[in-house]
């Protein structure tokens, strides 16, 4: 007998805090990459996966791989991972989620046709080491790693106490010069990511899940407004006056209200300071952090022009300059569109309604194993929209429908085998292209 | 011969120079209430003061006093003074210019008539030991000791080492016991302070003096905007988004225009916060110091009250809440008019032109002296609006015409006994009421 959906939602949930307590920090959950909270996660996550029959390695990124054979030994492969680090003082939910999901997916896969021979395709689950970019403030380097991206830049850079990334995998007891065999090779054919949606909109919608179509492309951008300190009695108003944070305010203003007549922009300016250390002192210097998402690359890179043109003449009105530092301009990442469709098709057929098609706000690890296979995501409603933060939660309701999911996309891809060659036809076809180019 | 007014002008900036090496931390000047180096300025003034016929003593509070007799010894008495404390890192002119050049003015007496008769009233020259508000966090120390209101409460203040006011008046070598021997006697009829402007008015008017007409009235106040912190990326926007930040932008242009509208206000939001400590993280709580400033009360408040209107508007419109706590509510002061047309009456003799009618943003010594005699101010030019800085200066040739004002006013008094009448006759009518009530 199947085990009710429900039961086994439950059950992913409480694998999830489960595992939420190895953590590096007592008391709250942080992992960084390669923490010796890790090994913990590892073992916990190895034990379930052998005993619904993969078997299962550490790369030398230390990314957690786990393979379901096929029915025949060079069969194409299915992905399906998220991350297994997190932030400082996290939720149970992000990154990790997405991997015990894949593992209730084989069990229920198993517990479905327990006679049944194995699938046309291969199934390796990947649980990433490093999606966040705590310890080194760059992240994907789990990601980039299978897609043979983990550079030596990337290499040699040292975490707070000094500690590179070669350090951080040796003193793991991986190897970086097994790196190269932690690659994927050409047998994958598509990359399955569940993660939980991080904003409010599924929610607002009453919506349990949604299908990610892109990855918002991003600029980040440091906007400084220099005037002139002055005191604040003694200056009167108009022309000898410079205050650089008047300027950044009516910049501000613009900046929300031109997001807000763009649709799908959204743009930020969150962190600031203020030279002006007291109340009667005009600022001199104003400090804004703005940061600018879009699906679309033109229209974001149109939005981030008229912000620093309009900047540029809010400063000038009042006598203040203004220049800007680019720190990110990272584009769009749209997602496979044949496998994105089949996701979406089960997901309705597992609700029962079309799921909301949504773009992703926060990188993902699909977005660099997207560079070498077609990606997809599965976004689970977030309540409150809360996320990198404890008091992070999924439903088991959407968590049971998203199981769901998973199980009408394996057999859509087992049993409609047009669906399948439209989707790992692609790949082959790319990759001879590739050799041939 | 009388010394040519500019040599005279030199030397008073020479003297500030020289009185601005009494400092606590060595390279740069820092003087606060009674800190050591006070007894080193003492000395110099003391000096000073004595060659030019003058009897000193330092009163309970540390105001250095020098008395020059009249011809008679009840006779009225007008009080010429400034500050002797700086704030940290300060420049050479800020308050000390108005003692150095009350002493000057008493040369510039002797030597234009050195076989004269004393005058027909005694001068005060007032050194006052604080006015900045920098040990204490509380201003005027000095000046409040002159009109009885160095209360046990100020007494009590502690500065960060934990040392009270008392105590700092005892370690300097003074008595708190005879605090009351330090008010003003009834013979006092009319303070006048000779005061840097802090602005950049009179630069930009190409005006050397103005004569000020009121000191502002101020508000000062704290909002605090309260929305939710959340992802820049995953939170869309409109109605999802409760951004503090976004919030206060809208009321700070606001603030401004309003006050750009209207004439002589001044509104400044110089000092703020934002809860977001990264660029990618909407803000959840943004604070704001807001300075407001008129001469007329009742617009300021109106202004006030528009200011708190117009934040609550525009935080409800975005979800967001505001709260505002008043830590400065302080009426305007009006300078005597009498006094302040005799003032700018010889102002307008020694420049050939009228002086500039002026309100003064900042607060000074002569808004308390004003509570128990007329009051008037003389504004010297700021160059560049340069104060509170170490670059602050003076121009020798404002000095100049500042001394001729000086002794162009105190001329009149001793020459146009209806002038003498009009300001002294209405205090000695004031007191006899006083007594009466």
Known sequence: MIAPPTTRAEQIIARCRELALATDVPGETTRTFLAPSMH????????????????????????????????????????????????????????????????????????????????????????????????????FLGSLALVGQLDATTLALTDPSGITVADAIRNFGLDPAQLPAAVLDDSAFAYLEFHIEQGPVLESEDCPLGVVEAIVGQTRMQLVFTGQANHAGTTPMGRLRHDALAAAAQWIVEVERYALACPGLVATVGKVESSSGAGNVIAGRFTANLDVRHANDATRHAAVQHFLDYAASAASSRGVTVAHTKSIDQPAVPMGSALTAALAGAAARAMGRAPRRIASGAGHDAMIVVRRVPAAILFLR???????????????????????????????LRDDRATFERIAGAVARRKREDIHE
């Open 40 to 139: 913990q996660v590892h073992a916990l996550l190895t034990g379930w996966m052998r005993a619904a029959g993969m078997t299962v390695r550490v790369d030398a990124a230390g990314n957690l791989r786990a393979l379901l054979p096929a029915a025949t030994p060079n069969a194409p492969r299915l992905l399906i991972g998220s991350h297994l680090d997190t932030i400082a003082n996290a939720g149970a939910f992000d990154g990790i989620l997405g991997v015990v999901l894949g593992v209730a997916l084989i069990e229920a896969l198993a517990e479905e046709s327990p006679t049944r021979a194995p699938l046309p395709f291969a199934i390796e689950l990947i649980g990433f080491s490093e999606e966040e970019g705590v310890r080194f403030a760059k992240p």
């Open 382 to 412: 977030s309540p409150g929209g809360l996320s990198h933060h404890p008091g992070e939660t999924v439903l088991a309701g959407d968590v049971a429908l998203a199981l769901q999911s998973g199980m009408e996309f394996l057999r859509g």
